[in-house]
């Protein structure tokens, strides 16, 4: 299951196990509401948990990096394993976000 | 060594995971590699989302669906199709519908392109089913359907043709 965190600043979310599509509308909607409600800067997911991902994740990244950015913020994406990082370099995303 | 499935389910989002799972416990007995299950659940989870999205236009699994239908009642009732066929190493995929096909498919294909960017969709679906797969072939008329046909050829295949 996901999870918000708001630390200062930043937004964590934790993402569940498998991104598809059919989950992806929920995790960008309340991503999005975390960031109107507590004036967050910058965006952090973590793929620690994510066993799974299709293009719908690279929209929930694209999403949210269109909003941090024009003011300024930064978005990170953590625990990228092998696969999932191939995805982020093939969409040329990985040069948006950075990537650890 | 031949083996092969057909499978029918409605055009719901919801059937996404069940669609990519369905392949990949049909290759299970090869042993593939994490990487090869990986690229077969993603390449299938991009068809199936077409499918879905662009041939049936069921975006209610879309939490920012905010129309006057409630999200668990479909639009179109379509179904889609999943054939998988394994023939010694090489597994073939078909991923159909009858919804409302493609009209430019070379455009489609194009990284990037997509006629749903309110819907955050990336562009990479045909893009990402190329690059994990072997072979990918698009079929589409207008109004009528579209197929994918992409086709993969598994590592542990040797060990097949030793046993025939």
């Known amino acids: 299951m996901e999870e918000f965190h708001v630390i200062d600043n930043?937004?964590?979310?934790?993402?569940?196990?498998?991104?598809?599509?059919?989950?992806?509308?929920?995790?960008?909607?309340?991503?999005?509401?975390?960031?109107?409600?507590?004036?967050?800067?910058?965006?952090?997911?973590?793929?620690?948990?994510?066993?799974?991902?299709?293009?719908?994740?690279?929209?929930?990244?694209?999403?949210?990096?269109?909003?941090?950015?024009?003011?300024?913020?930064?978005?990170?994406?953590i625990h990228v394993n092998r696969q999932i990082g191939?995805?982020?370099?093939?969409?040329?995303?990985?040069?948006?976000v950075d990537i650890r | 060594?031949?083996?092969?499935?057909?499978?029918?389910?409605?055009?719901?989002?919801?059937?996404?995971?069940?669609?990519?799972?369905?392949?990949?416990a049909f290759v299970a007995h090869l042993n593939p590699t994490l990487e090869e299950l990986a690229d077969i659940k993603t390449a299938v989870s991009e068809a199936v989302t077409n499918s879905i999205i662009h041939g049936y236009e069921n975006y209610h699994g879309y939490g920012k669906y905010t129309g006057s239908i409630p999200a668990y009642l479909p639009v179109h009732t379509g179904k889609v199709r999943l054939y998988?066929?394994?023939?010694?190493?090489?597994?073939?995929?078909?991923?159909?519908?009858?919804?409302?096909?493609?009209?430019?498919?070379?455009?489609?294909?194009?990284?990037?392109?997509?006629?749903?960017?309110?819907?955050?969709?990336?562009?990479?679906?045909?893009?990402f089913m190329e690059a994990f797969m072997d072979d990918l072939e698009v079929e589409s008329t207008p109004g009528q359907g579209t197929t994918v046909r992409m086709k993969k050829k598994m590592t542990a295949g040797s060990w097949f043709d030793g046993e025939e």
């Open chain 2, 84 to 127: 998988c066929l394994l023939e010694k190493d090489v597994l073939h995929i078909e991923v159909s519908d009858k919804g409302r096909g493609i009209e430019n498919i070379d455009k489609a294909m194009e990284p990037l392109y997509t006629t749903r960017p309110e819907l955050e969709r990336s562009g990479m679906g045909f893009a």
């Open chain 2, 1 to 24: 060594m031949k083996n092969e499935i057909e499978l029918y389910f409605d055009g719901i989002s919801n059937n996404e995971s069940l669609a990519r799972v369905t392949v990949a």
């Open chain 1, 86 to 96: 191939r995805m982020l370099h093939m969409s040329g995303i990985s040069s948006l």
């Open chain 1, 10 to 77: 930043c937004l964590m979310v934790r993402l569940p196990e498998e991104i598809d599509h059919h989950r992806a509308g929920y995790i960008a909607e309340q991503a999005d509401c975390y960031i109107a409600q507590n004036a967050v800067e910058h965006v952090v997911f973590d793929f620690e948990d994510t066993k799974f991902m299709d293009s719908s994740g690279i929209g929930i990244i694209a999403g949210r990096y269109k909003q941090i950015s024009c003011l300024g913020g930064k978005v990170y994406a």
